[in-house]
């Protein structure tokens, strides 16, 4: 997940080695993913975008990673 985030050129708040990332999106995409996904609003960064808190583990369906990446790519690209 970390990686594929990167390569869309997310920004992260801070860099972890862990299960935990922390990737700052905007408030927009943020509450269009929220639709869908269950996830924290970790930390306010501006009056636009907030740092959420993606947490997988061994258990999580690598389907619905790749169904995520893909709903954030469209909506970074701006297509939703």
């Known amino acids: ?3 594929a985030l990167q390569d869309l050129e997310c920004e992260f708040l801070v860099n972890t080695d862990t299960n935990q990332i922390f990737p700052i999106l905007s408030k927009r995409v943020i ?3 929220e639709k869908k996904y269950s996830f924290y609003i970790w930390q306010e960064i501006s009056e636009d975008c907030a ?10 369906n690598e389907i619905v ?7 954030l790519k469209q909506l970074l690209s701006g297509a939703v």
Do not use: G, P
């Open 51 to 60: 740092a959420v808190r993606l947490v997988t583990s061994w258990a999580t």
């Open 1 to 3: 997940l970390k990686m």
């Open 31 to 33: 509450a269009s993913l």
């Open 65 to 71: 990673v790749q169904e995520f990446v893909a709903d």
